[in-house]
C-alpha cells in the first residue's frame, strides 16, 4: 500500500498571514486537525496544527503571548517551519515510521515540489479498522 491510496486529497493551504482565529474556523468548519502553510509565491513552508493552536493559548494566558507575537497573532507565529513529506509512492509503512520516529501526526505527500494529499496518523489508523 502506497501513500496515494490512504491520503486527503484535495488539500487546503493556508497563508501566513491568516489570523489564528480565521484558522480556528477553518480546521472546525473543515474537520481538519492540521493544514500545510503557503507562502504567496506558493510554496509550502510549513504545517500548522491544532495542536500549534493550544501551545499558543496556554502561552497566552501565561500573559507572554502577547509579550512575544503581539495582540494579533496570526499563522506565522505558531506553525511548524519543518516540512515533513513524502512521495505519493512511498509505502505507507515509511510513513508510519516516519511520524514515529519524528513524534509528528502529519506528512504532507507531495510530486515534484507539489502537494498532492495530507497524511495524519488518524490515517493510518484507519487501516487496522
Known amino acids: 500500500m502506497k501513500a496515494k491510496d490512504v491520503m486527503a486529497a484535495p488539500v487546503l493551504t493556508v497563508s501566513l498571514s491568516m489570523s489564528i482565529s480565521e484558522l480556528e474556523g477553518v ?3 473543515e474537520g481538519f486537525s492540521a493544514l500545510p502553510v503557503q507562502s504567496e509565491s506558493g510554496k509550502i513552508i510549513g504545517i500548522v496544527s491544532k495542536t500549534d493552536i493550544v501551545r499558543a ?3 497566552q494566558k501565561s500573559e507572554r503571548f502577547s509579550e512575544i507575537f503581539g ?3 496570526v499563522i506565522s507565529d505558531v506553525m511548524n517551519h519543518e516540512v515533513v513529506h513524502v512521495s505519493s509512492d512511498a509505502a505507507v509503512k515509511s510513513v508510519a515510521e516516519i511520524m514515529i520516529d519524528r513524534h ?3 506528512v504532507l505527500v507531495m510530486d515534484d515540489r507539489d502537494i498532492v494529499g495530507i497524511i495524519s ?4 489508523l484507519e487501516l487496522v479498522r
Do not use: P
Open 27 to 29: 480546521l472546525t468548519a
Open 57 to 59: 493559548a496556554m502561552l
Open 71 to 73: 495582540s494579533e497573532s
Open 104 to 106: 509528528i501526526h502529519h
Open 121 to 124: 496518523s488518524f490515517d493510518l
